[in-house]
């Protein structure tokens, strides 16, 4: 039986980025009254977290998360449905973790320290209110094999947090399904030096989606202006690092 959730769980990392994946189905499902906080490292062997219905949890944005993750903390094999998702306090490792039905973002990244590193490797994130992952900390943050399906925006380096970051994206092996028209597989901020790296990055469905967008952020919570939209043809090489061989539409 662990033979075969490990070949489960591990099946969308063998995959290329352009093909479909089988979305796992949970080994048990439980009703958490409130957040599970997770403090040290803990595999979840495919067990599905979702909220038992009750006001505890907030509404929309407001929701608290299924799951918090303490600074420096790996999780793996862990499966939320609701709530606001998944957040990491620090520097984390999220391993083969799936998130869905989630009203505003699926994985919420926070930490102040500019040396924090921020692991998403395997998983995905599907029928989303807004972002899969929100990255509102500091430091870098790596991408790689990850499935993205219904969400209305990519990855997104905060844009009107109350404090903002340098912040360095870098997404290797990424599919991206049915995301909003117009919107955008990552976006940066110029005004606080972001950088975002794409590689092997997959759109189905949508084809007017945009690999990266750069916005001019703030700190007052007001909506960020558009600075530019990076096609598929190439990146700025500034902003948003990638060529024309990184990006597959529609296959």
Same mark, same amino acid.
């Given at each position: ?10 099946? #969308? ?8 994946? %089988?979305? #796992? ?30 006001? %505890? ?10 799951? @918090? ?7 793996? %094999? ?39 590193? &921020? ?7 599907? $029928? ?7 990255? $509102? ?8 094999? &990850? ?14 947090? @109350? ?13 991206? /399904? ?6 955008? /597989? ?5 005004? &606080? ?14 084809? $007017? ?8 952020? %703030?700190?007052?919570?007001?909506? #960020? ?27």
């Amino acid at each position: 039986m662990a033979g075969l959730l490990l070949i489960i769980f591990l099946f #969308p990392m063998l995959l290329e980025s352009c093909l479909g994946i %089988n979305w #796992p189905k949970p080994t048990d499902t439980i009703k958490r009254k409130n957040t599970l906080k997770i403090t040290k490292r803990t595999d979840c062997g495919g067990k599905m977290y979702i909220p038992d219905g009750s006001k %505890n949890w907030g509404k929309g944005e407001f929701m608290y998360p299924v799951i @918090e993750v303490a600074d420096g903390v790996k999780i793996s %094999n862990c499966m939320v449905q609701g709530g606001d998702g998944i957040h990491c306090l620090g520097r984390c490792t999220l391993e083969n973790c799936w998130v869905e039905n989630v009203k505003d973002d699926a994985i919420s990244l926070f930490g102040t320290s500019s040396k924090s590193k &921020y692991n998403v490797t395997g998983g995905g994130a599907r $029928n989303v209110g807004s972002k899969a992952i929100q990255f $509102n900390g500091a430091g870098k943050l790596f991408v790689n094999n &990850y499935y993205i399906q219904n969400t209305v925006e990519g990855i997104r380096s905060c844009g009107n947090c @109350e404090d903002q970051y340098h912040r360095e994206i870098k997404i290797n092996g990424l599919t991206i /399904v049915n995301l909003k028209t117009g919107q955008y /597989v990552v976006g940066v901020n110029s005004n &606080y030096n972001d950088k975002a790296s794409l590689r092997n990055i997959c759109i189905i469905g949508s084809t $007017n989606v945009y690999p990266c967008k750069v916005f001019e952020g %703030n700190e007052n919570q007001g909506n #960020p202006k558009v600075i530019q939209s990076e096609k598929e043809s190439g990146g700025d090489g500034k902003y948003c690092d990638y060529k024309s061989s990184d990006i597959h539409i529609g296959s």
